[in-house]
């Protein structure tokens, strides 16, 4: 349960404020679907990945409450920074 987990780390002593999650398009999914997301950072590099690409959701997902905070360029790439409106 990625709520408790969440719950547990923000009890800890001193707690813990800020997590870094990189799993994959499942943990992405489920984290956002939890409302577990105050920050969400995508790469968009120029790279092919075949045909079907490489997803970074299990599914479709509305971002309605984030809004684009930063666009940093990075060595070719770009960071994209989304943040939650409602927090």
């Known amino acids: 349960d990625l709520g408790a ?3 547990a780390l923000g009890a800890r002593q001193p707690p813990v404020t800020s ?9 992405a999914t489920s984290l956002l679907e939890g409302g577990l ?6 790469f968009v590099a120029p790279r092919a990945f075949g045909p079907d690409g490489v997803p970074a ?3 479709a997902l509305p971002l309605d409450g984030f809004s684009l905070a930063a666009v940093e ?3 070719g790439d770009v960071a994209l920074t989304y943040r939650q409106r409602s927090r």
């Open 37 to 42: 997301v105050d920050e969400l950072v995508m």
């Open 73 to 75: 360029p990075l060595d």
């Open 57 to 59: 959701f299990s599914r």
């Open 19 to 27: 997590v870094l999650c990189e799993g994959g398009a499942e943990l």
């Open 5 to 7: 987990l969440v719950t």
